[in-house]
């Protein structure tokens, strides 16, 4: 698939995704543009089988985690978050490394039912399609948007009824 294709499939998702988690118009555009470049600087790397939305998707959400680390130690980058993000706890002192951030949003995509975890995982973990992930379990794709919808509500409800769980948390669940 020529880059631009890719880019043209891609880059509206990814930026709408970083614009929700950070808000800041001319960050999102550089996270949006170092995705992109990446992915242009391991092109050849790639093979016909690798998940390119799985690849972006992943390194947006590193992309944002890098950005919360270095805000947390920047008073005037914390100063211009805490302006735009309209949040009820202050997530950029708390972040978690990457992988304590991964164990607990695995403890809470457990807290799903059997088959909307292995739904979640599917389409947000692995990165793929409804129509794949629908194809893969043998059921319509309207039953894997109802699960998906089911499971990112509960999970949004949790999130915003557990203050404790972090920001960093959140981004792994959305970008994962």
């Given at each position: 698939m020529?880059f631009?294709?890719?880019y ?5 998702i990814?930026?709408a995704?970083l614009?929700?988690?950070?808000k800041?118009h001319t ?5 949006h543009q170092?995705?992109?470049?990446r992915l242009w600087k391991i092109?050849h790397?790639?093979?016909e089988?690798?998940?390119i939305?799985?690849y972006l ?9 890098d950005f919360?680390r ?8 914390e ?7 309209d949040?009820?706890?202050?997530p950029i002192?708390q972040?978690?490394?990457q992988?304590e ?7 809470l995509i ?9 739904v979640?995982?599917?389409v ?9 992930t629908?194809?893969?379990f ?5 039953t894997?948007k109802?699960h998906?919808?089911?499971?990112s509500e509960?999970l ?5 009824q557990?203050?404790?769980i972090t920001f960093?948390?959140?981004?792994y669940i959305?970008f994962?």
């Amino acid at each position: 698939m020529a880059f631009s294709s890719i880019y043209d499939k891609y880059a509206a998702i990814l930026a709408a995704k970083l614009h929700k988690l950070i808000k800041i118009h001319t960050i999102v555009e550089e996270l949006h543009q170092e995705a992109f470049l990446r992915l242009w600087k391991i092109r050849h790397e790639l093979d016909e089988n690798t998940n390119i939305k799985a690849y972006l998707f992943t390194t947006c959400r590193n992309l944002t985690i890098d950005f919360y680390r270095k805000a947390s130690k920047d008073k005037e980058l914390e100063r211009q978050l805490i302006k735009h993000l309209d949040v009820s706890y202050d997530p950029i002192g708390q972040l978690l490394s990457q992988k304590e951030s991964k164990a607990l949003a695995e403890s809470l995509i457990g807290l799903l039912p059997p088959q909307r975890q292995k739904v979640f995982r599917m389409v947000k973990l692995d990165g793929y399609s409804y129509e794949e992930t629908s194809i893969h379990f043998g059921v319509s794709t309207s039953t894997i948007k109802d699960h998906m919808a089911k499971s990112s509500e509960f999970l949004k409800n949790y999130i915003a009824q557990n203050p404790h769980i972090t920001f960093a948390i959140a981004v792994y669940i959305v970008f994962k």
